[in-house]
């Protein structure tokens, strides 16, 4: 095997074998191959791509460059993935509401990226919450609660760790098959019987437009289902943040009022979208409307919250978390008021601008090693549409500083277009079952 003779194959617009992919991931995974390597063969993908099979190919090797999981377990493996977005914490609602309904959850998830915040810096709001577990305390979270929320150890996919890593250098971010290969690698490294992918959409998404999410949508559920796992997708909107609270301790407790029963919204409604989505899939359902119902039952009843306390008692948090979950996140000591400037309909909102704010105000990273604040954020977010008057609210800011709020909140009236006409509504769901 020669780096150099892939790289030449991709150069001029051919797939390289499953063999020679495998042998390269297993070189980005140890060393052999290069930086500069990397990166050419990253240019390539991106300007002549790949197959189909070259793609599930592609995944495969680089799942198999690290460890993968096999569960035995007396139901299925089920989990999701989200491209993406603000406002966005299904994660934390959809996990243990499966596992009430009989799913098993080991769900691998990830920190902020960009203007995305990320479901580990979530759940690090809680007070002891530990997301970095070894295989015997995963394993065993999984069997008691249904469901466990970790990061992902350095010995899965590491092929996808380094070629990640050149693409954001290279400019090969973008690539249709490199983004397929990257985020499919994970989760089938997970052993799943069942996959459900959220595809985001619009202004507070990486895909800003229908026909680009489609076509992601439809590379990540044919490779996946090629490569072994049954996969569907829903495109959702992100024109305007899925919650109204952006921010990790400000999202965390949106997700107890979902699991606690005491509201509903766009958040409890793509959850047990999804939900239904993955319970039919598995069998656990008879269909996706039964499916929606076993999950809106669940969080009705309490069942979904008792499961989320166990987790997070399991992974270091509180005991009575669920019981007293407000005295245990922590609150921001600047909290102000964003007032509308005139009056009119909220007609855009953009959530791109909305959660590099977020990260302003200190509740992401700019650069790796920053400590996140997870008290800051928005809350009580205006929605698409909402007729206003000067002086209405249109958010509020959750800051440490006086001088963190200035700057926050200039950027919210900057993010919000008020206009004398009421807006078209965009549906929360644009495609399912894809």
Request: contains cysteine; glycine residues 12%; negative net charge.
């Amino acid at each position: 095997m020669d780096a150099r003779a892939i790289i030449a194959q991709l150069r001029k617009g051919e797939d390289p074998s499953r063999e020679e992919l495998a042998w390269f991931a297993r070189g980005l995974a140890d060393g052999t191959v290069s930086d500069a390597q990397a990166g050419a063969f990253a240019m390539g993908v991106c300007v002549r791509g790949l197959s189909e099979e070259g793609r599930v190919a592609l995944t495969l090797a680089m799942r198999d460059s690290g460890d993968t999981m096999s569960w035995d377990l007396p139901g299925p493996v089920l989990d999701k993935h989200s491209t993406g977005g603000v406002g966005d914490c299904v994660s934390l609602v959809l996990a243990p509401a499966l596992a009430a309904c009989g799913a098993y959850v080991p769900m691998v998830s990830g920190r902020g990226l960009g203007h995305t915040g990320g479901t580990l810096d979530k759940l690090e709001a809680i007070p002891g919450y530990q997301t970095g577990l070894d295989e015997a305390q995963f394993d065993k979270v999984v069997r008691d609660a249904g469901a466990s929320i970790v990061s992902a150890t350095a010995e899965i996919a590491p092929a996808d760790k380094r070629l990640y890593a050149v693409r954001d250098v290279t400019g090969t971010v973008e690539s249709l098959d490199l983004i397929t290969a990257s985020i499919l690698s994970k989760k089938l490294a997970a052993g799943l019987h069942g996959l459900v992918l959220d595809v985001k959409v619009g202004s507070g998404a990486f895909m800003k437009t229908l026909a680009d999410a489609e076509a992601l949508a439809d590379s990540l559920v044919s490779t996946a289902n090629l490569a072994g796992c049954p996969t569907s997708a829903v495109i959702s909107d992100m024109n305007q943040p899925l919650a109204p609270s952006l921010g990790n301790a400000l999202e965390v407790a949106e997700c107890m009022e979902v699991l606690c029963g005491s509201k509903g919204g766009p958040l409890a409604e793509l959850s047990v979208s999804l939900g239904g989505v993955l319970l039919a899939n598995a069998g656990l359902a008879a269909d996706v409307e039964a499916g929606v119902a076993k999950m809106v039952e669940v969080l009705a009843n309490g069942q979904a919250a008792e499961r989320f306390g166990r987790m997070v008692a399991a992974h270091g948090g509180p005991m009575r978390f669920v019981e007293e979950w407000q005295r245990f996140l922590p609150e921001a000591s600047v909290i102000r008021e964003v007032k509308a400037p005139r009056d009119g309909f909220v007609t855009a909102i953009e959530g791109e601008a909305l959660g590099l704010a977020v990260v302003g105000l200190g509740g992401g990273r700019m650069v790796e090693s920053d400590v996140i604040d997870p008290a800051v954020g928005f809350s009580e977010v205006v929605r698409l549409g909402t007729q206003v008057r000067a002086g209405d609210p249109l958010m509020r800011v959750h800051a440490s500083r006086e001088d963190k709020a200035d700057v926050a909140a200039q950027a919210v009236l900057e993010a919000i277009d008020i206009g004398e006409q009421m807006p078209d509504m965009p549906p929360l769901i644009h495609e399912r079952s894809r």
